[in-house]
């Protein structure tokens, strides 16, 4: 019998080494899993930020864009006015004051 308590005590001390290693190896997947979550987040993050980054580069570059047309509409205009005005010759206004 003495050989039977033995080998049982054996079996249980190696049941209980093989629960402590799974439960290392689960700690592990855990701990990997969480790392790997944790880079999936920044890796979005930095992706999302580059390109908030480009897009507002983009609307600078339009904004600049639309910017520019503003001013060369308003010089035509101006431009135009004049030649309307000229065209048109002097006012009634300004005649009487160079009267």
């Not at 979005?44 to 509409?73: F, G, H, N, S």
Request: charged share 45%; proline share 2%.
């Amino acid at each position: 019998m003495p050989s039977s308590q033995a080998s049982e005590e054996g079996g249980e001390a190696a049941q209980g080494r093989g629960r402590e290693a799974e439960a290392r190896a689960c700690e592990e997947a855990e701990r990997v899993k969480v790392e790997a979550e944790q880079k999936a987040r920044e890796e979005v993050e930095r992706q999302v930020c580059e390109q908030a980054e480009k897009d507002r580069a983009e609307v600078q570059r339009r904004a600049a864009e639309v910017a520019a047309r503003q001013r060369a509409l308003a010089q035509e205009a101006s431009k135009k006015r004049v030649r309307e005005e000229l065209e048109a010759g002097p006012s009634d206004d300004q005649r009487e004051g160079v009267r």
